[in-house]
């Protein structure tokens, strides 16, 4: 994976998942050393962050490197200057870009003009980091992840999406139950279908049966950041999707509960089902900063 973008699930075959998730969970009970030291990563924000900021920040100081972010309230990118000569010039200074942007293709035309590794930190389009760490944290609980049932109830967009792909490479069984017109596009489920690994996605309407038999049920919130404006509109529709002890009556008993947080308790979940004893929302969160060194190692540190 050395000198190559992560700027989609899509990028990694199921092995090179594999070996990034044994790569982080040997990072997270060994530590790393100063693998790269002396490296530099640019941290280029659209929309505010807590976890991911913080991952790839801790991320770099522990293996020795640094981590300068960058506010885009004076980057503005695209307004200030073009992407692509945003990603040249900060090609000439630093050794990798990770960037979470409004639009997807912000992100892959950076990649595109970027001769250093451009990591995907959000975009609408996918948040594949997040992925992995929730993948982490599926398989300290469960030891493998072939065959694990991974309900997500609200909106298929990025988050959705990147666990759709990952599960496929994983081989793992993902249903997303949305409200109509909320769910998965029809190109994420045709584009899963053709991943190798062995898993399978599917889109339901309907959360109790979506629930019925899952390892995991997860959400997120129902207006992502920059379409808060849309969340009025949509509270009827995603009620019913509401992650509440309603809806987890139909799960089983021991149904973890995730979400990858930030949460708004009382809009897509409860706040006694986050606060339950299966809840591993803080494990998953944990989890962003050892995923993000073996991501950020394998991208960046030549191989011996
Ligand atoms: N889950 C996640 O990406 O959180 P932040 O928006 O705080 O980075
Ligand atoms: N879907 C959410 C995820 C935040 C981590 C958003 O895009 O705002």
Redo the contacts with the bound molecule.
């Keep these: 994976m050395y000198g190559r973008d992560f700027t989609s699930v899509l990028d990694l075959t199921p092995e090179e998942l594999e070996r990034t998730l044994d790569v982080a969970l040997g990072i997270k009970r060994d530590g790393s050393g100063p693998l790269l030291a002396g490296r530099h990563l640019a941290l280029l924000f659209e929309k505010p962050s807590l976890r991911t900021r913080m991952s790839f920040e801790v991320a770099m100081s522990r293996l020795g490197g640094r981590a300068i972010y960058l506010n885009d309230h004076e980057v503005r990118m695209g307004d200030r200057e073009p992407v692509r000569d945003v990603a040249r010039v900060l090609s000439r200074m630093v050794d990798g870009i990770a960037s979470r942007t409004f639009a997807h293709s912000t992100l892959t035309e950076l990649a595109e003009w970027a001769s250093v590794p451009v990591v995907n930190a ?1 975009s ?1 389009g996918e ?1 594949p980091c ?1 992925a992995l760490a929730d993948l982490l944290t599926l398989r300290e609980r469960f030891g493998s992840l072939r065959g694990v049932h991974l309900t997500y109830l609200g909106e298929g ?3 959705a999406i990147s666990l759709a792909y990952a599960s496929m490479l994983a081989g793992m069984h993902f249903t997303c139950a949305s409200p109509e017109g909320y769910g998965l596009p029809d190109e994420v489920i045709a584009q899963a279908s053709t991943l190798s690994g062995g898993g399978s996605v599917r889109q339901l309407f309907d959360p109790h049966e979506a629930v019925r038999g899952a390892a995991a049920v997860y959400t ?2 129902w207006a ?2 920059g379409e808060e404006h849309l969340l009025a509109s949509r509270l009827e529709a995603f009620g019913p999707f509401k992650m509440d002890a309603a809806v987890m009556a139909s799960a089983p008993a021991d149904a973890l509960v995730m979400h ?1 947080l930030p949460a708004h308790r009382g809009e897509e979940i409860s706040d006694d089902v986050i606060e339950s004893e299966h809840s591993v929302v803080f494990d998953q969160a944990e989890n962003r900063l050892h995923a993000q060194q073996a991501i950020l190692l394998q991208l960046m540190s030549r191989p011996q």
């Design positions: 959000l609408d948040h997040q967009n990025n988050v997120d919130v992502s950041m990858d």
